[in-house]
């Protein structure tokens, strides 16, 4: 008991003192990974583009350790107003975790829903990062929310989604050697099926829900907590010498 109360004291306290951005906070994921790193002792700020009610009542629950801000990220322009705010208070972790979740099948998508896929899961995380990387500390943490569908297939007619997270690890494995001598580590974490209000409808047809909970064999669906948690890890000194990593948070589904 003992030990386990020492080790739960050292978590909570590695973060603290600590500035982290974590974008798409008023989402499931973006929620439980903000809440996460709070409780880890870090002041968080909470990105959201339309849900501020979501990301208010966020960061009641988080009280002190967090504030609010809002920006369109696939808006070059709103990004780079968002950047300036970290002139004067850089950040010691990034947590690029918006993005959206929608089907392109080939003989029906317009250039409306294909962009909005871009812009939102890879060209906003590229400029995003790109406009903070002047006001990052040496040695901040970086970390992509990826997916398993980066590295795997399906005739669901989801194939640009897929395009745009294996795109997400590509970035992350060529910043984590470019940002190197700065001491900036960066990797992702890449989830397995979630239930959040992304995938509800899609979940919401039992045989389909049924066929992916097959597919992961430890029996259910992963939790935006379980990401959560694996971010922790990966911002915190118990991961100081892991970069360029992509760490599946599955269940087994990539197996």
């Known amino acids: 008991m003992g030990l386990l109360f020492f080790w739960v004291v050292q978590v909570e306290e590695s973060l603290q003192g600590q500035r982290a951005l974590v974008t798409g906070a008023s989402g499931g994921i973006g929620s439980a990974i903000a809440t996460a790193l709070a409780g880890a002792g870090a002041t968080v700020v909470l990105h959201h583009h ?121 970035l992350t494995r060529n910043w984590a050697l470019e940002l190197a001598p700065r001491r900036i580590r960066v990797n992702a974490v890449a989830p397995g099926m979630i239930e959040t209000g992304m995938t509800a409808e899609h979940l919401s047809d039992p045989a389909t829900r049924e066929r992916l909970l097959s597919q992961h064999p430890l029996g259910r669906f992963t939790t935006a907590e379980e990401v959560a948690d694996a971010v922790l890890f990966l911002c915190s000194e118990r991961s100081r010498h892991i970069t360029g990593q992509v760490l599946n948070v599955s269940g087994g589904f990539v197996v």
Not at 50 to 71: D, F, Q
Not at 141 to 160: C, E, K, Q, Y
Request: overall charge positive; proline content about 3%; hydrophobic content about 45%.
């Open 50 to 170: 339309r849900n501020r009610e979501a990301a208010t009542r966020l960061a009641e629950r988080l009280g002190i350790k967090a504030e609010i801000v809002s920006a369109n990220l696939r808006s070059p322009l709103e990004v780079e107003k968002l950047a300036v705010r970290f002139v004067h208070s850089p950040l010691d972790i990034l947590i690029n975790n918006a993005g959206v979740w929608k089907a392109t099948p080939l003989g029906d998508t317009s250039r409306e829903v294909a962009d909005e896929i871009i812009d939102a899961n890879l060209r906003s995380v590229f400029w995003l990062t790109r406009c903070l990387a002047p006001h990052l500390r040496d040695g901040t943490r970086i970390v992509n929310v990826s997916s398993v569908a980066a590295n795997t297939a399906s005739a669901s007619g989801r194939s640009l989604y897929r395009a745009t997270k294996a795109a997400i690890d590509a």
